[in-house]
């Protein structure tokens, strides 16, 4: 094989993608990502506002975006948001389930002890990151398998490999999305096609909205939280979301088409460093 054929691997062109949570942080990177590369980007949020810093790239193309609403926990609203993006681009390829995320109260707290976590809270964790991974899946996995092929990308957590303290809720929630990842992988393949692949990416410690007043002082210095997982971090830092798109690539393009059912950590070496 040639040089050649290895880079048009990661040519998008013609391909459309579905990214939930696309307007957060790391779903927004893969989502520039993937117009840099030539495909049909939409973007599935709650939230329609584009960042200003993802706005140029996305402009910039070649490929093309949408901006859908849609909500990954109400399935009615969901399947309207899909075929709006039918209708648009014909098809749908690549799914990537990225919406997720924790709730303060979830969080366990002096104020906030364990025994006493809201069960709201827990449920909307749960929720958040287990049905909505699950009910695209559904959505959008039926449309690939009435096409016969498919790549869908779940994300998966560090907390998935080690529960972090504090966080019982989206530590157990993000171990449930890995397992599904595993459980659709085999059963997609087995009953519908081999070629609808389905993997997971486990993001190490990136700094976004949701974490980063865990992580960071308001002079930007760590906090108590932060240094702990700096000082569990063989490389000795925080990722850059943009440290996600070479793996999530990989996994997305024809270069990973005999890798189905796998949980990728992109950690700096934070799930293999046992803390001696």
Request: aromatic letters at 8%; charged letters at 15%.
């Amino acid at each position: 094989m040639n040089l050649q054929e290895l880079t048009q691997w990661y040519d998008f062109t013609g391909k459309t993608a579905v990214v939930t949570g696309g307007t957060g942080v790391l779903g927004g990177e893969m989502a520039c990502a993937l117009i840099g590369c030539g495909a049909n980007v939409a973007i599935l949020d709650r939230n329609t506002e584009i960042p200003e810093a993802n706005q140029k790239p996305m402009d910039a193309g070649p490929g093309s975006y949408m901006v859908v609403h849609g909500d990954v926990l109400q399935r009615d609203v969901l399947e309207t948001a899909v075929a709006e993006i039918v209708a648009a681009y014909g098809r749908i390829d690549i799914l990537i389930n990225a919406a997720g995320g924790n709730h303060p109260q979830a969080t366990t707290n002096v104020d906030n002890p364990f025994f006493d976590l809201p069960q709201e809270a827990l449920g909307f964790v749960f929720d958040l990151n287990i049905i909505g991974t699950i009910l695209p899946s559904q959505v959008i996995g039926k449309i690939m398998a009435e096409q016969g092929e498919g790549v869908i990308l779940n994300i998966s957590s560090m907390n998935a490999f080690r529960p972090l303290t504090r966080i019982p809720a989206y530590s157990a929630a993000k171990a449930g999305v890995s397992n599904f990842t595993q459980w659709l992988a085999v059963h997609i393949a087995q009953e519908y096609s081999p070629k609808i692949r389905v993997n997971a990416l486990a993001p190490g410690f990136f700094i976004g909205k949701q974490n980063k007043a865990l992580l960071l002082n308001h002079d930007g210095s760590l906090t108590a939280r932060g240094q702990q997982i700096i000082d569990h971090t063989p490389m000795g830092r925080f990722g850059n979301a943009d440290e996600l798109l070479g793996t999530v690539l990989w996994l997305l393009s024809p270069a990973s088409q005999f890798v189905t059912g796998i949980i990728v950590p992109v950690d700096g070496g934070f799930s293999a460093f046992s803390g001696v």
